[in-house]
């Protein structure tokens, strides 16, 4: 994962800056972003010498676990957001976490996995659309809803298709379809909630680097999260009676062949028992020298197996 530092350069542009000139200082009438890669043991040493933050938020800052949260400290933020990574099969869990400490003038964020979405903000701020961390923070939250968007959207379109190809004859396929799209949802689920409360949370912050514009755009992504988290519910619902859809198939499946086997079994059963008693090796065996005994006892046979079966279809028993 990159590194990068970029600062407004005062004329609606912004400017690559070496993150050991960055420190705690901050451009006149504009602000400087500092991305780290939190698994480089240099970059941390930077954040506990040059960033004259608190030992709690880098602490926050570089830990491995995070929960999307917003919370106020003294005259910043410490913000953790969690969206769709650069590299999907880098990790079992598709969802990556950013940290960000925002202050006026300055915000600070870490990884340890490339975000998707931090590539898209830093385009913006190159080409001059980002002016001030609240622009920063609300940004980043629309550009992460942008990318998690079409992901909920295919698990919808998923359970779709399952629910207009329900079929009997492929229900292990389908279930591990189902499977696979209700855990994912399940996934996203656990962080997409929390994650709409953090950013309604940052919406009403009292700080004077957030513009009302700032506030509006995060009260969309917010409502965009909570769509979200609303449409993975579903999913999971919908994955769940679908489940249970074809296990009742697979049952009905089970239950067909069952009585299929026993319908045979009864119907042989009768036969058996006469084949058996003709074919004991002992005298008195009626028209055991008769030429035409054998092609007697297959059409007796044969008139018992006819009767028994069309019992059976009399009584429809071999109707699904």
């Known amino acids: 994962m990159k590194s990068w530092c970029w600062a407004t350069d005062g004329n609606g542009g912004a400017v690559p800056r070496t993150i050991d000139r960055a420190g705690a200082s901050a451009p006149d ?106 622009d920063l923070i609300a940004a980043l939250a629309m550009a992460i809803t942008e990318t998690l968007d079409p992901q909920v959207a295919a698990m919808g379109d998923s359970i779709d298709t399952c629910e207009a190809d329900l ?78 859809q074809l296990t009742d198939l697979r049952a009905e499946q089970i239950d067909t062949r069952t009585l299929l086997i026993s319908v045979v079994a009864l119907v042989f059963l009768p036969l058996t028992f006469l084949t058996g008693l003709l074919g004991m090796n002992v005298r008195g065996i009626p028209y055991a020298e008769a030429p035409w005994a054998f092609w007697g006892v297959v059409g007796v046979c044969a008139a018992i197996a006819g009767l028994i079966t069309a019992y059976f279809l009399r009584a429809h028993w071999f109707r699904g």
């Open 29 to 134: 009438h504009g602000f400087v972003w500092c991305h780290l890669d939190g698994r480089l043991a240099e970059e941390r040493a930077w954040l506990d010498a040059e960033s004259n933050l608190s030992p709690g938020v880098i602490a926050a800052l570089t830990a491995v676990e995070t929960r999307p949260r917003a919370e106020a400290i003294g005259d910043g933020a410490l913000i953790n957001m969690r969206g769709l990574g650069s590299i999907p099969d880098e990790d079992s869990d598709p969802l990556v976490s950013i940290r960000l400490w925002a202050e006026k003038g300055r915000v600070i964020s870490v990884g340890f996995r490339p975000l998707a979405a931090s590539e898209t903000v830093r385009d913006q701020m190159r080409a001059g659309a980002i002016h001030d961390p609240g």
């Open 167 to 244: 079929d009997p004859e492929r229900i292990f396929a389908m279930r591990r379809i189902i499977a696979r799209t209700r855990s994912d949802a399940i996934q996203y689920r656990r962080f997409v909630t929390p994650q709409r409360q953090a950013l309604e949370r940052l919406a009403v912050l009292k700080a004077d680097w957030l513009e009302e514009e700032d506030r509006l755009h995060l009260r969309d992504a917010a409502d965009r999260f909570a769509r979200m988290a609303e449409e993975l519910e579903a999913v999971r619902e919908r994955a769940a009676l679908l489940h249970e």
